[in-house]
């Protein structure tokens, strides 16, 4: 318990980051009104989400973190590698940001506004190289999770 009387689970969550779900894929692909937007083969899905304090230098942090994630498998099959040459596919994830302690109805009121979390989105995607969904799009996602690795990272 802090002085202020708040959990130290509050004090957590109530910290905000950019937030990226990560699955290590044999392959992605994201659609778009029935047209393949992105499509990767071995490499990582990334669901990222973005608050509305994140910064160019949160969305920095992610990228960094991201290309340097050893969840690849190496030669004696340990997950020793980084990214390396595999592929990415981000995907635009409001949702993550989705709080449901109170009710059954979530509340985003955490995730960022479009106007402030497409150009940190696309400041990843470029970043990393990455294929990509349409930002705000109702988009049908498909992958095959190789493992499955699944992480959730933030900055």
Not at 59 to 78: T, V
Not at 86 to 104: H, I, M, P, W
Not at 130 to 148: I, S, Y
Request: charged fraction near 25%.
């Amino acid at each position: 318990m802090h002085a202020d009387g708040t959990s130290w689970a509050d004090a957590c969550t109530s910290l905000t980051a950019v937030r990226a779900l990560v699955q290590r894929v044999s392959r992605a692909s994201v659609t778009v009104g029935g047209e393949v937007t992105g499509e990767i083969g071995p490499g990582l899905l990334v669901l990222l989400g973005v608050s509305h304090e994140d910064t160019e230098d949160d969305a920095d942090r992610i990228c960094h973190k991201l290309r340097n994630l050893r969840i690849f498998e190496d030669a004696d099959g340990r997950m020793n590698e980084p990214l390396g040459e595999r592929e990415v596919l981000c995907v635009s994830q409001f949702t993550l940001y989705g709080d449901a302690r109170k009710g059954n109805r979530p509340s985003f009121v955490a995730a960022a506004r479009p106007e402030h979390a497409e150009p940190l989105y696309e400041r990843v995607c470029a970043s990393l190289g990455a294929r990509r969904g349409v930002f705000g799009a109702h988009m049908d996602v498909e992958l095959v999770n190789d493992g499955p690795v699944t992480l959730m990272l933030e900055t």
